[in-house]
């Protein structure tokens, strides 16, 4: 019986706990969904910073297209999470006042987390990763898979600003907090995550709400 308990306690499932402390740095988030806040459905994306206080406290910047209007704040907040179950809460405040609350689950070690938004007629989802240590030019260089609205292309990153595939061609900036301007046909505001492996992105030509991804191959 002792041999087999210990068995069952070094299975992946009892091994994956979190420290409250897992949380804590820089992370980008990428959240997309269709509230119907005002009866009728508009859809909605956002790309932003947060940072993770280890005494529970968050402060960054969300950039947020709803129904094609395109708007940065400054957002503040709170968090919780539990090292038992890996589960995660925060709530946060824009300058305006407003509050929006979200839930999910962290990975254990705190690199990564999916969740999504509890306010009713939300229903946002999406991931925070976390930052780079430093971002620049050269945080985004060689391959890239790039999914747009749906659509999947390629491209290559020089890591000096350019963008370059058979079909298209495009320029970036990449400022010290990671988010990153890219002119890639659209318009996008993006957030360099996880190493400059990925980037999350939004458009930002009025009129369209639309989701990117950019993942290093």
Same mark, same amino acid.
């Given at each position: 019986? =002792?041999? *087999? ?13 979190? &420290?409250?402390?897992?949380?804590? &740095?820089?992370?980008?988030f ?13 859809p909605?994306?956002?790309?932003? =910073?947060?940072d ?5 406290k ?10 094609? *209007? ?14 038992a ?37 939300? &229903?946002?989802?999406?991931? *925070? ?21 749906? =659509? ?18 495009g ?8 988010f ?8 996008? =505001? ?9 980037v999350?992105?939004?458009q ?14």
């Amino acid at each position: 019986m =002792r041999l *087999l308990l210990t068995l069952v306690f070094c299975l992946p499932g009892f091994s994956q706990v979190c &420290g409250n402390f897992d949380l804590s &740095g820089a992370y980008g988030f990428q959240l997309s969904g269709n509230p119907t806040i005002a009866g009728i459905a508009k859809p909605m994306a956002a790309v932003g =910073r947060l940072d993770f206080t280890a005494d529970g406290k968050i402060s960054g910047t969300s950039s947020v297209n709803f129904g094609g *209007l395109f708007l940065g704040n400054p957002v503040t907040g709170t968090y919780k999470s539990s090292g038992a179950t890996c589960s995660l809460t925060f709530d946060l405040q824009d300058d305006s006042g407003g509050w929006q609350h979200f839930q999910g689950k962290l990975t254990p070690g705190g690199a990564r987390a999916q969740f999504h938004q509890t306010d009713p007629a939300t &229903g946002g989802r999406g991931q *925070l990763v976390r930052l780079p240590a430093s971002c620049g030019l050269d945080s985004l260089h060689g391959q890239y898979a790039v999914t747009i609205d749906g =659509r999947k292309t390629a491209t290559a990153a020089d890591g000096h600003g350019n963008f370059s595939s058979e079909s298209n061609s495009g320029s970036y900036t990449v400022a010290s907090d990671c988010f990153v301007e890219i002119n890639f046909g659209a318009k996008l =505001r993006g957030i360099v995550v996880d190493d400059g492996k990925t980037v999350f992105a939004v458009q930002t030509d009025p009129g369209k709400v639309v989701t990117a991804t950019f993942t290093a191959q």
